[in-house]
């Protein structure tokens, strides 16, 4: 289904405020923010004195490809924002508009909304997810994909955030990395 990269661009996209997403793509900001997860802060900003001067290192480093992001791995980001829109009982009516549209820009197929509405009807659960997550990058860009998903206005939504990080083995730090770059 080579759409549903269309359709997690698409979702990306549609989320209001930011202004990274539309110039670079929605996959393109989940596989930034996920290799923003992924990096260690210097030993300063480890020891909460805040940011440190980007290194050679950092510098120099290969920028994120979205196109590195397997259809597979797509698909898992699509399975996850699903259930992050669902964690609160409902896919309320702002959540539903963003996948309709998202939907309708993308051009999937019948058979991907049919898919989709199944999907809808019976979300992934965590632990689905988790298993398929195969090395911390990917699990930093699940995870992207999820807190891209819903603003955590609810109870039900944070907790099921916490649980997806813990379930991917993500620590407080790569967590609080993924929550500075959307405020970024």
Request: charged share 25%; hydrophobic share 50%; with cysteine.
């Amino acid at each position: 289904m080579a759409e549903v990269k269309r359709v997690v661009d698409a979702l990306v996209r549609s989320r209001g405020g930011l202004a990274a997403s539309a110039a670079l793509g929605g996959l393109a900001l989940i596989a930034g923010l996920a290799l923003r997860a992924t990096q260690s802060g210097a030993p300063a900003e480890r020891a909460g004195e805040g940011p440190a001067e980007p290194s050679a290192k950092t510098q120099t480093a290969t920028p994120f490809d979205a196109a590195a992001i397997s259809d597979d791995e797509a698909t898992l980001c699509l399975r996850i924002m699903v259930a992050a829109s669902a964690a609160d009982g409902v896919i309320d009516a702002r959540e539903r508009e963003r996948l309709d549209a998202a939907v309708a820009e993308s051009g999937l197929d019948l058979a991907g909304r049919q898919w989709l509405a199944r999907e809808l009807e019976d979300p992934a659960t965590i632990d689905e997810i988790a298993d398929r997550v195969q090395d911390p990058a990917a699990a930093a860009r699940v995870y992207a994909a999820a807190r891209l998903a819903v603003d955590p206005d609810t109870m039900q939504e944070r907790t099921f955030l916490r649980l997806l990080a813990e379930a991917l083995d993500l620590d407080e730090a790569a967590v609080a990395r993924v929550e500075a770059g959307l405020s970024a």
